[in-house]
């Protein structure tokens, strides 16, 4: 059957490269497993690559005509060979501070200890903060109170592993110039009976406290931290990242324009609602997309709609089991139909987390009804998706929404999470890891076993294609990457294993062995270097 494929797939020079034509390619990469992504010839045996983009794709013998005495040459040994991972959907969020030792399993006596011990042994002016699960966040002796009374005046701000709550001490609020006696827009604080705070924040009560808390970071310390990111993300052979960063948009732009990181970056705008209302003021002055061939771009105005099951945040048709709760949306309908519109004017992308299936219902309305029907070229995206239920599948198809899986979420949504039957359904899907941590071959192991319910597992190939090809048309880059043809971008990943024919529980200890991002190599474990 490859064989067949092979013979079918022919070698076509891009017309890009008929300049450098003479010169012939920079590199090419011979007995490889080229995973192309073009569904009519889905493998090739080797590639070429001239400047910035591909310049040939075919066999050993097509590829090889191409070279000149200036190609270099890599033998692959058979080594697949994918377009570089596009992490559709990865979170960006740094703020120095001391790192409790704490689990999403700590109770809240462990993170009461934990802050204990941290405030005796690091400095008063050292923020305190650590990922916490449900359990300190559900107990209601656990609060700000609590926190003051052992943290001798460090500032603690602990977040959920699912980024929607947090718990802060007085301290902390005070540095963060929040009050809490006044809900945000969009999110809350819990109160006690007396109506007073504790001091626990949700959705945008929790989101603005983050961006504050982000604001204090200096460019150094971000640039460091993306340095790093970025170098990991080469790593894993990710060469585009879609992010959303607690920051507002300009600085973040700015810091990662200053890091000159190796992959490729979209960045979002991820407005707060800090004030009473939406906080649209900063969205006024979004730049032009910059051509879909630069490494680094602006585009595209996110809006978290509700929380997660993890919390009982996310909005649902039913009450959680054994509840008399059923969620809650962050915004009402008018809100919601105020953000579709302010997109359509600021010709931006929006991007939507929708997770309850009431949520779902909301926001399908809110396109039905919003008397537009150009939403497919725009690709509306719809983050996490997990409340999408199979009658409205061929609404979300005409409608031209995106919808953008995280496939490590195996949480209590994931047994009625559809993936496969979005895919079945010519819905476009991309996979983003919601990072950190980002792990493509985690998110890829996820994907095609699908634990909670295999019935929507994706193939290997089908989810390769929604991590590469699906993610940059989520982005309007499919033209120039996604896809490994000629003429498209020279961003690439060797792989150290075969992620199609190896077994699915070893796809996690995959890493790439080489990746190439704009032409260049940005990570090699010294492949090249042993030629
Ligand atoms: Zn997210």
């Not at 689990?103 to 400095?123: G, L, M, N, Y």
């Not at 359904?425 to 996979?431: E, F, K, L």
């Amino acid at each position: 059957m490859k064989r067949t494929l092979l013979s079918l797939a022919c070698v076509v020079v891009a017309p890009l490269a008929f300049a450098q034509a003479a010169a012939g390619p920079d590199l090419i990469i011979t007995n490889a497993k080229v995973f192309t992504g073009d569904p009519a010839a889905r493998f090739a045996q080797a590639i070429a690559i001239t400047g910035d983009h591909v310049s040939a794709v075919g066999t050993n013998d097509q590829v090889a005509g191409t070279a000149t005495d200036k190609t270099k040459r890599l033998d692959a040994k058979g080594r697949v060979n994918i377009p570089g991972f596009n992490d559709a959907h990865t979170h960006v969020c740094t703020t120095p501070a001391f790192q409790l030792p704490v689990k999403i399993e700590s109770s809240a006596d462990d993170v009461r200890a934990a802050v204990e011990s941290a405030s005796d042994e690091t400095p008063g002016d050292m923020w305190i903060t650590g990922v916490i699960g449900m359990k300190p966040l559900d107990d209601p002796t656990f609060n700000s109170t609590t926190l003051d009374k052992i943290s001798h005046g460090h500032r603690v701000f602990l977040i959920t592993h699912t980024g929607h709550a947090a718990i802060v001490n007085s301290a902390a609020l005070q540095a963060l110039r929040t009050n809490d006696s006044h809900d945000p827009a969009g999110g809350w604080w819990q109160r006690d009976a007396s109506g007073r705070s504790t001091g626990k924040a949700f959705e945008y009560a929790e989101a603005n406290l983050q961006r504050r808390w982000a604001e204090d970071v200096s460019e150094d310390e971000a640039i460091e931290d993306l340095q790093r990111w970025a170098e990991n993300m080469a790593r894993l052979g990710v060469t585009s990242a879609q992010v959303m960063p607690c920051l507002g948009y300009s600085r973040f732009e700015k810091f990662v324009r200053h890091a000159s990181l190796p992959i490729r970056v979209r960045v979002i705008a991820m407005p707060n609602t800090i004030g009473d209302d939406r906080n649209t003021a900063e969205l006024r002055d979004m730049p032009k997309p910059s051509p879909a061939r630069s490494m680094l771009n602006v585009s595209g105005i996110k809006w978290i709609l509700d929380g997660t099951p993890i919390e009982r945040g996310a909005a649902m048709r039913a009450n959680y089991e054994g509840t008399k709760e059923n969620g809650k949306l962050n915004f009402t309908n008018e809100q919601i139909a105020n953000m579709l519109k302010e997109s359509v004017a600021a010709d931006e992308q929006i991007l939507l987390h929708v997770v309850g299936d009431r949520t779902t219902d909301v926001v399908l309305d809110a396109f039905k009804t919003s008397g537009r029907t150009d939403w497919k070229t725009r690709r509306p995206r719809i983050e996490h998706g997990d409340g999408i239920t199979a009658e409205e599948l061929p609404l979300i198809r005409d409608l031209g929404i995106v919808v953008v899986e995280n496939p490590t979420h195996q949480g209590p949504f994931a047994k009625q999470r559809l993936i496969k039957s979005l895919v079945k359904a010519g819905i476009p899907v991309a996979i983003g890891s919601d990072g950190p941590p980002s792990n493509p071959f985690n998110d890829l192991e996820r994907a095609v076993t699908n634990p909670a319910n295999a019935n929507e597992a994706l193939t290997r190939e089908e989810a390769v294609d929604a991590y590469t090809r699906g993610a940059a048309f989520a982005e309007f880059t499919e033209g120039e990457k996604g896809t490994l043809a000629p003429g498209k971008l020279a961003d690439l990943a060797v792989l150290s294993q075969d992620i199609f024919t190896v077994s699915s529980s070893s796809i996690p200890a995959t890493t790439s062995v080489l990746t190439i991002a704009n032409g260049k190599v940005i990570y090699d474990a010294g492949l090249l270097k042993r030629q």
